[in-house]
């Protein structure tokens, strides 16, 4: 079976957009102010208070909050990160901008989070900051790293609306914590980032960071540390005010499809499914992640589902095994297993908030045919 003809293909990710996002984006192009203006502030106050904490700061991507967060804990030359190898590149990437290195530890094969045990174990003296990543939107066992008593940055990118077994949100602890808003993330701003803590002092200093290193009392004649241009602009940041009023909508949308293919996939055989939430943890759903059966080509597979009309990518590659982490650490096959066997046999199939019945019904009915033709 293959695509009827006129069927649409089924795209990995599509953003929810609509009237709200519009108005706010008019708004700001009819008031002429289109940075540093008051959308900023105003985002980043509604998002420090969905998620209960104190202070929230906007940048401009994921990356660029990874980088400012690592830095306002102190992370600087010849120090190590450990994180882990089971990420999109952008988290190991940010200890090397401060010329750090990242010291990556194996994942727990339920989670697919960095393992505590393993990141005890990684420790060193020049460690100054573990990195958690909150994998596919699911969150990591902060209390378990919060015992190892070494700062802490986490990576939140995919886990907005994500909440730990004690009630707190992901994000919520006070830790700074990284969200992203690229256009596949539960929130979309675009481009567009955001650092969330409880602490004063490093939401001034991300604050001046992403603007060139100006505090607030200052004008533009004098800096008084190195700063980065990592501002969010006004229109991101309307953007980003309209998308967090429909969030439990997206979230909510996330949350039946996930259900749904996790009904329409039970019966293939050997199909790993993303795990289920336990412990009182609840994911934040971001993709739809599946491990394939061993013994099966992905590239083929993928190709094969493209010849259905779903779309579906390798996500993730091991960061070590990169070839940039391999010519500079020196990383090869077998250092990490558990995460090496997950990053050969993972894909990720369309998966957003409006995706219908039917189409995850295709997306089964396609993965059934080329898995068990
Ligand atoms: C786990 C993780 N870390 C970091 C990032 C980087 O975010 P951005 O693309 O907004 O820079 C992403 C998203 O793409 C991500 O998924």
Sequence with gaps: MSRP???EEIPLARPVLGAAEEEAVRDVLRSGQLSLGPRVPAFEQAFASRLGVAHACAVSSGTAGLHLALRAVGVSDGDEVVTSPFSFVASANA????????????????TLNLDPQAAAAAISERTTAIMPVHIFGYPADLPAFEALDVPIVEDACEAL???????????????PAVFGFYANKQLTTGEGGMVTTADAAIKARIDSERNQ??????GWLDHDRLGFNYRLSDIASAIGLAQLERLDGM???RARAAASYREALADIEGLELPCEDSGGDRRGWFVFVVQLPRGRDRHATILALREHGVQSKPYLPAIHLMSLYRETYGHREGEFPVCEDVAAR????????????????????????????
């Design 251 to 253: 979230l909510a949308g």
């Design 5 to 7: 003809a006129g069927e």
């Design 346 to 373: 993972s894909i990720a199939l369309p998966f957003f908030p409006e995706l219908s019945e039917d189409q995850v019904e295709r997306v089964a009915t396609a993965l059934r045919a080329v898995l068990q033709p």
């Design 213 to 218: 290193g100006r505090a607030p009392d200052m």
């Design 161 to 175: 609306g994500a909440v730990h077994g004690d009630g707190v949100a992901v994000g919520g602890r006070g830790h």
């Design 95 to 110: 200890a090397i901008y401060e010329r750090a290195r990242p010291v990556f530890a194996d994942i727990d094969p339920r």
